[in-house]
């Protein structure tokens, strides 16, 4: 008999993925989703659309009966309430799998290890907010809810991605990379080059998520993330090699920034502190990441045939310009 997984979410980003992953893994599929997006499986004969919105209790417990799925791979768990009414509906499957993030761990580590590394606290206030800033407490309190519905016998379990890219990322963080790179000779990179923000390949995040269902242990957190974490500017050579063309980075200290009114934080993926997760756990259930190579050229491949830019989530190309040319003379 073939194994039900539903999926709450699936029609964008890492629920798209994980949806493929698991028909790739031999499941029959449910999506359950408010509908709001095209579905990308519409003719894929063995997934199924319960339309429903997750954070109204009376429809996830109606998809939770009329769907009866083995495992459950829940990507859209953006509040503490909604995991802790979801391990309540799915008490009895064989696997819960509630998509986490490495923003939920709340000291500064490397790296950081799960059951080591402390998590964020979570007041009342932000267990409500819907702000950037309290993503990391919500995501932290869901991961307290699965240890405590693991203590009740519910096999609940998390998985911790850090920043995801890969084909179909709407939050076109990466896109303004790959944009950079592939229409400009010259871009500049801020401080040295040497920021560490360790990332995850979207294809490797759903993998984890079916392995975390079919092999991981009750009340655990699994990190997932590249073997090899590049810094900002092999990032930068590695999506070169991917676009097939040559780039010369600028490198602009945050004084240098300063002058036309930047800051090292305004671009995506920068990070002051390095952010690496050790995944020893999820590599001793069998997983391993993929190579960059073969990331990279589907990534580029696909942000080539979208609409995506990521223009708007990094300093505007003029004010680029206008920094080099600051650079340029006082050099």
Sequence with gaps: MTDHALVIGGTRFI???TVSELLSAGYEVTMFNRGTHANPFADEDRVTHVEGDRTNDSDLRRAGLDVEPDIVIDCVAYRPRDVHTAVDVFADVDAYVYVSSGSAYGADRVPKREGE????????????????????????EGDRAVFSAADRGVNAMSVRPP???GPHDYTERFDYWIDRVDTHDRIVVPGNGS???????????????RIVAERGSSGEAYNVGEDHAPILREWVELVAEACATDVTPVFASERELGAV????????????????????????????STPHDRALRETVTEHRESERTGRESGPDRNTEVRLMEVLETVG
């Design 15 to 17: 629920g798209r993925h």
């Design 195 to 209: 920021s560490l923000w360790q990332l995850a390949y979207v294809e490797d995040v759903a993998r984890a998520l």
């Design 163 to 165: 920043v995801v890219y």
């Design 117 to 140: 590394t402390p998590l964020c606290p979570c007041s009342v206030a932000e267990a409500t907010d819907d702000t950037d800033e309290s993503y990391g407490p919500r995501k932290a």
């Design 261 to 288: 009114g930047l800051s090292a934080d305004a671009f995506p993926l920068y990070r002051g502190y390095p952010h690496l997760l050790d995944t020893t756990k999820l590599r001793e259930l069998g997983w391993e």
